[in-house]
Structures are given as structure tokens and as C-alpha cells.
């Protein structure tokens, strides 16, 4: 059964940092391309950012290129979000998404419909 369990977020000011962390399991991770994908009340899912399964090739929304870094770690089965100079607009729920098929990278469509998305960690950006 594919797990992904999000975790890292919280309640920060403008301006400041966070780190994202998502943990897989029931699958090959090294072979899957993986995103995420964030949710703000009363607004639609918004794709952030995709990376594929290497690790090598790494894309971003227009509104979070340059402050936001994607990672993974295939040995230890984890993908990361590194938030840096976060913004009130980036207030929401954060989802980390898998491809369905292995090796293909994901684009930001089939982020948003992908099946395979865990339960979300909630970043508030609040002075």
C-alpha cells in the first residue's frame, strides 16, 4: 500500500524558513517522480514543484522559483520542500504527490490529479 506521510509544518512569520518532509513507503521510491502540491482554503490545488526520480531534473511554479527548493533522498525513501522567504500567500495545506507511473516525470496536471497524495501538513504565515 502507498503511504506518504507529510510533516514539518507550522506557524511562522513573514519572511521566515520551513522544511518539508515527506515519508513513502509501500513502493519503490527511487523509481517514482514526485511533487507537491499545496491547497489554500477557499482556493484551488496548486502545483508547486516536481522532481524526478534521480533527483536530477527539478521544475517550480512561477510563484514560488527562487525561494522554494525541492530534494529527495532515495536511500532514506523522503522527499523534501525547503521553504525560504515565505510570504503570507504561501499560507496552506501541503501535499506531496506520486507519479502513477514509474520513471515518467511528473507534470503539474498530473500532480494536481494524481491518486496518490498523502494527508497534508499545514504552513501558516502569520505577523
Known amino acids: 500500500e502507498v503511504q506518504l506521510v507529510e510533516s514539518g509544518g507550522g506557524l511562522v512569520q513573514p519572511g521566515e524558513s520551513l522544511r518539508l518532509s515527506c515519508a513513502a513507503s509501500?513502493?519503490?521510491?527511487?523509481?517514482?517522480?514526485m511533487a507537491w502540491v499545496r491547497q489554500a482554503p477557499g482556493k484551488e490545488l496548486e502545483w508547486i514543484s516536481t522532481?524526478?526520480?534521480?533527483?536530477?531534473?527539478?521544475y517550480y511554479a512561477e510563484s514560488v522559483k527562487g525561494r522554494f527548493t525541492i530534494s529527495r533522498d532515495n536511500a532514506k525513501n523522503t522527499l523534501n520542500l525547503q521553504l525560504n522567504s515565505l510570504k503570507t500567500e504561501d499560507s496552506a495545506m501541503y501535499y506531496c504527490?506520486?507519479?502513477?507511473?514509474?520513471?515518467?516525470?511528473?507534470?503539474?496536471?498530473?500532480?494536481?490529479?494524481?491518486?496518490?497524495r498523502g494527508q497534508g501538513t499545514q504552513v501558516t504565515v502569520s505577523s
Open positions: 522532481i524526478s526520480s534521480s533527483g536530477t531534473w527539478t
Open positions: 509501500g513502493f519503490t521510491f527511487s523509481t517514482y517522480s
Open positions: 504527490v506520486r507519479a502513477k507511473t514509474p520513471y515518467l516525470t511528473l507534470t503539474a496536471i498530473q500532480a494536481l490529479e494524481s491518486n496518490y
